[in-house]
């Protein structure tokens, strides 16, 4: 049996509008691929020699999630007997794992896998559920040895450009490919059903990160340019999405600063959860103005008054629900003094500031925003005591190629 090998890169987004609302249906957000940023998985798998168990083992190695990287081996019959294969083409589609089979993993992680630390073992659970659900068939994990590396470095972990989701796409992809027997010549953009089952597993994954995802950012990762997005609710309680994907008719050069304030996707969303249950009517209200501001955008036409009216209004309306943060406030007061306002990206709570630079932004005072970004810093309390983050920037075109598939 030869190796199979597959590569495959997926890249993180930006949210122009709607973060937060679009977890509420029907609210609308728009967002886009950030192709320039890409997280790359490498998977190759070979016939298994049989160790002194019998058996392959699965190693997987996350060069940049931390310093040193992170790596982990697992005994493939360890993975089996958890159970993980799914068929995602079965009627209703993938079921999510649920918090017991999540706990299984997590222990299989530390007390087989050799790795110490909880935020460690964090990483490694979608990695290890997405390997046991597309590759974990008996007879074919049974009989192979799976090395996976997944290189990050040019996308930031945890900084609301859509890292999770960029993870999982980018390794959902390579595992689907070595399944079908890995990839051809050089990495291509895959056909419309493979789209659809890499964001199915994409989805499977971001979901074991972040509770209930709207989907919005694997979506956008998986098929790249623009996405308009909103949930769906039907009789009976379930859910789905409407999606449209679409190339911006005029591209859209945006500033991305990243404030480096750590923050978490997961408690974010749960917070404004927590606060909606408590004030259904006045946050469905302000999820609403969200949407519209999503929407308009959509409409297309906005000067540059209208555009800096519309991201100032959803910027207020996102500090209004609790998750803007200091360090973002400095940014969007910042571009403010050259006419250019700028919103939080994604969760909040620190992580990533945008500035959408509308056409009538001439070049130099493009320079003077993105130099004027790059020389901020922040101070103040943070969860290990007193901390300084200076702030980086990126200039970069919004939209462009999601998820490639191919083999080297
Ligand atoms: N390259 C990577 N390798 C492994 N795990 C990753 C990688 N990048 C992100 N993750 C996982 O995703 C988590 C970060 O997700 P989080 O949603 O907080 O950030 P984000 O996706 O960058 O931001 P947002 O959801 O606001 O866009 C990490 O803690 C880690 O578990
Ligand atoms: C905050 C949120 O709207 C976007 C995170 O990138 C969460 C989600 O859509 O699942």
Redesign the pocket.
């Known amino acids: 049996m030869d190796t199979i090998k597959a590569v495959s890169s997926a890249p993180?987004?930006t949210?122009l509008f709607g973060?937060h609302s679009v977890v509420y249906s029907p609210n609308v957000a728009v967002a886009t691929a950030l192709s320039s940023l890409r997280?790359r998985s490498v998977v190759e798998a070979s016939q298994a020699g049989g160790d002194r168990n019998g058996g392959g083992m699965i190693e997987a190695n996350?060069r940049?999630?931390k310093e040193g990287g992170?790596g982990c081996r697992l005994r493939c019959c360890d993975v089996l007997e958890l159970e993980l294969w799914a068929d995602e083409e079965a009627e209703g589609g993938l079921v999510p794992l649920g918090e017991e089979k999540i706990s299984q993993i997590r222990k299989l992680v530390k007390e087989k896998g050799g790795v110490g630390e909880e935020e460690d073992v964090?990483?490694l659970v979608?990695?290890v559920a997405l390997v046991g659900g597309v590759l974990g068939k008996k007879e074919w994990l049974e009989r192979r040895n799976v090395k996976i590396t997944?290189h990050?470095k040019s996308?930031?972990?945890?900084?609301?450009?859509?890292?999770?989701?960029?993870?999982c796409v980018s390794l959902s992809a390579a595992l689907l490919s070595v399944r079908e027997g890995g990839g051809e010549g050089v990495e291509a953009v895959p056909g419309r059903e493979e789209l659809e089952k890499i964001n199915t597993w994409g989805y499977h994954g971001e979901s074991i990160?972040?509770g209930a995802p709207s989907g919005i950012?694997n979506t956008v990762s998986t098929y790249g340019g623009c996405v308009k997005m909103r949930r769906v609710l039907h009789e009976g309680g379930a859910g789905s999405t409407e999606k449209e994907i679409f190339k911006l008719e005029e591209p859209i050069e945006v500033l991305i600063t990243n404030t480096f304030v750590p923050?978490?996707?997961?408690g974010l969303v749960a917070g404004v959860r927590r606060r909606w249950e408590g004030e259904r009517g006045v946050y469905e209200a302000i999820f609403k103005a969200m949407s519209e501001i999503s929407e308009s955008f959509l409409r297309g036409g906005w000067t540059l008054e209208g555009m800096n009216e519309n991201v100032r209004v959803a910027q207020g309306l996102l500090r209004t629900i609790g998750v803007s943060h200091p360090a973002l406030e400095m940014v969007v007061e910042t571009s403010r003094v050259y006419g250019v306002e700028s919103k939080l990206t994604?969760?909040?709570g620190g992580?990533c500031a945008i500035s959408i630079l509308h056409k009538k932004v001439d070049e130099e005072t493009r320079q003077k925003v993105e130099k004027a970004m790059g020389g901020l810093a922040w101070e103040g309390e943070g969860e290990g005591g007193r901390e300084r983050r200076t702030f980086e920037v990126v200039r970069t075109e919004a939209g462009g190629r999601g998820v490639t598939v191919g083999s080297w």
């Open positions: 993180g987004k949210i973060e997280i996350l940049d999630v992170l964090t990483p979608p990695l997944v990050s996308l930031p972990v945890g900084s609301g450009l859509g890292s999770s989701a960029a993870f990160i972040h950012d923050k978490s996707t997961k994604g969760a909040g992580g």
